[in-house]
């Protein structure tokens, strides 16, 4: 049976080493070949000092029409234009972005857990991040785990936040089922499974999103397939011509 354990760290404010401090507050729960490791993408992004004061920001000329547009502050959208790949809509307060094949309001940029007047973005290089940590626990402690850096998201037309991940090492993201047959008998045409969102989820309910201090969940006997292959940034993504809701906007 699938076994969750979340596991409480101290505050930090200001950079710090990730690898030693996620070994230090797992140590005592002792990780086992197969675990999968689910670390908070704002805790990775706190360890690489990706804070920001938003008075610091000097807006652009984009950066201003799009405060206007979607009537939020012009310094606040200038970090939003910044940290995005590209602006796909808004409405009042929220800009609709893409930022590391995310689908994401205000490119992912959180204003909670972090001091007023400052912005926790997302991490730099993700999956460097993640495959880094996979290797260092595979070389120095002789475990194969997977690693998932776990963001909340909003879903479309339901209330509430689910998990998402931004980025995965060590364990098949997708699992696809396309070709096997239901209880009836029928195929299976289109389905896959995500795998590693649905890890994000339950691991983003064992967080919680408040003062829990727990930005680290491992899960265990998960039968997730691992693997050591290098996964890419773009294997959990799909174009937005492919995507039933975005096509169904623009139609």
Excluded: W
Aim: proline share 4%; glycine share 8%; hydrophobic share 40%.
């Amino acid at each position: 049976m699938i076994n969750i354990i979340p596991i409480k760290t101290s505050r930090k404010n200001s950079k710090f080493d990730l690898y030693l401090d996620l070994v230090e507050s797992i140590k005592p729960n002792h990780l086992e070949n197969g675990d999968i490791v689910v670390i908070s993408s704002k805790y990775v992004a706190n360890s690489q000092g990706r804070v920001l004061e938003i008075i610091h920001a000097t807006p652009t000329k984009h950066a201003i029409e799009l405060s206007k547009k979607y009537k939020i502050d012009n310094k606040f959208a200038e970090i939003i234009l910044r940290e995005s790949d590209k602006i796909l809509g808004g409405v009042t307060g929220f800009v609709l972005t893409s930022a590391d094949y995310i689908l994401a309001p205000n490119a992912g940029i959180d204003k909670s857990n972090v001091k007023k007047g400052m912005v926790i973005l997302y991490p730099d290089l993700p999956y460097k991040i993640t495959e880094n940590l996979r290797k260092k626990i595979l070389i120095e402690l002789g475990i194969h785990v997977g690693i998932i850096l776990v963001d909340s998201r909003l879903m479309p037309a339901r209330t509430g936040t689910t998990g998402i991940a931004i980025a995965v090492s060590g364990l098949e993201p997708i699992q696809d089922i396309r070709g096997q047959k239901d209880l009836d008998g029928n195929p299976l045409r289109v389905t896959m499974k995500a795998t590693a969102d649905n890890l994000a989820t339950i691991a983003n309910h064992a967080m919680g999103e408040g003062s829990e201090s727990t930005p680290i969940v491992i899960i265990k006997k998960s039968g997730t397939k691992l693997t050591s292959r290098k996964i890419n940034p773009d294997e959990m993504s799909i174009s937005s011509d492919l995507c039933v809701y975005m096509r169904g906007f623009t139609n």
